[in-house]
């Protein structure tokens, strides 16, 4: 079975890869993630804040007290606490480099295009094949502009793409107003690869102790859906290389993102839950439903259900809306 792809110009046996978390971070699960054909690695992120020594503020580090991890197992909660300052890191880059034979993608995390960026350089200089940005704005001025925020994102993108060599791919969050014209502009500003996406940590109120109390939820399924519908959409209007991150639970998942129009896939919380074994249960499942199915490739079937392939484009849009509102039955 040809499970074939490219991932930010890099040729892949097959497109299952680890996203962003911790599990890059211990070496016994890097080696894990290896033994079970991972397809390339992904550093967790390194964030502005911990190159600019700034105070974190809703981000991930104030979301990561083990306490926010209550249903995660073993794997997650020895490692989930784990975050490494800036010269750990490049070691960090430079051990899983040297352990493994698959891509190492770094990824960075940020939301102002500053002298932090200058970072992205060390980063290649300590052997990551690839950068992985996320754009992790949360607008909370009502004085700033959905332009001006885009506009420093892009900013971020060709600073960034300016300063390395290695390839690089954008991660969002799906909260744009026009996410396809996003993503256009984004190309242009240099990006390779689009990762849809981020997950933004809601955090809770405690009522109690009159506190905000951080929350991090590993994903389901449904996570996939939103993602499902902005791969079909963008397949059709942009030539980047887009890999899903969100929601791949299964090899069925697997499938549904690559006929959406993925090339990549990554996963977190399937990996988090049940350990980087998992990755070779779900690239069987994939196969075998390949086989049962008479697909010979991915490639066969890539995009087949993206919104101008599919049989019903008006699925993913508005009218489906209406119907599916008024379909609802008790
Ligand atoms: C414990 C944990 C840590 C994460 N750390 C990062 C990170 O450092 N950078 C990042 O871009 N995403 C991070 N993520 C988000 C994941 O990369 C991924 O986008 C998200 O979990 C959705 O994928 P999933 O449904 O497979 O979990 C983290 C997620 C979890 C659960």
Redesign the pocket.
């Known amino acids: 079975m040809n499970l074939k792809t490219t991932y930010l110009g890099m040729q892949l046996e097959h497109p299952l890869m680890v ?4 599990l890059a971070n211990d070496m016994d699960m890097v080696r894990r993630l290896e033994d079970a054909g991972v397809a390339a690695i ?1 550093m ?2 390194l964030f502005e804040e911990q190159i600019t020594r700034e105070q974190f503020g809703t981000l ?1 580090d104030l979301e ?1 007290g083990s306490e926010s ?1 209550a249903e ?1 197992t073993s794997y ?1 909660a020895n490692i ?1 606490d784990i975050r490494l300052g800036p010269d750990n890191y490049l070691d960090q880059i430079r051990k899983v480099k040297a352990a493994v034979k698959v891509p190492v993608v770094a ?1 960075l ?1 940020g939301v102002t295009a500053s002298g932090w960026l200058d970072f992205a350089r060390q980063i290649q200089q300590a052997g990551a094949d690839a950068l ?1 940005l ?1 754009l ?1 704005t949360l607008a909370t001025d009502p004085l700033e502009t959905a332009e001006i925020v885009e506009r420093r994102e892009l900013e971020i993108i060709r600073t960034v793409k300016s300063s390395v060599s290695i390839p690089l791919a954008v ?1 969002l969050s799906p909260f744009y107003t026009s996410l396809p014209h996003f993503v256009k502009v984004m190309e242009g500003a240099g990006a390779d690869a689009v ?1 849809l ?3 933004f940590y809601q955090p809770d109120l405690d009522i109690e102790a009159l506190e905000v109390a951080p929350s ?1 939820s ?2 389901t399924n449904s ?1 996939l859906r939103l993602r499902l519908r902005w791969l079909a959409v963008l397949h059709s209007h942009i030539g980047m290389e887009m890999t899903v ?5 299964s090899g069925e998942a697997a499938i549904k993102a690559t006929m959406a129009g993925a090339t990549g896939i ?7 839950m049940h350990g980087p074994e998992r990755l070779k249960g779900i690239r069987e499942e994939m196969v075998n439903w390949m086989e049962e199915h008479e697909y010979e490739s991915l490639e066969q079937m890539r995009g087949s259900l993206s919104l101008t392939k599919c049989p019903n484009p008006q699925a993913f849009e508005r009218s489906n809306y209406m119907r599916v509102l008024a379909g609802w039955k008790a």
């Open positions: 996203g962003a978390c911790p992904t967790p992120s991930y990561a991890f995660a997650f989930g990824s995390n992985e996320n992790y991660k990762v996406f981020n997950r991090l590993l994903s996570t991150s969100g929601g791949i639970h990554q996963m977190v919380s399937a990996l988090l």
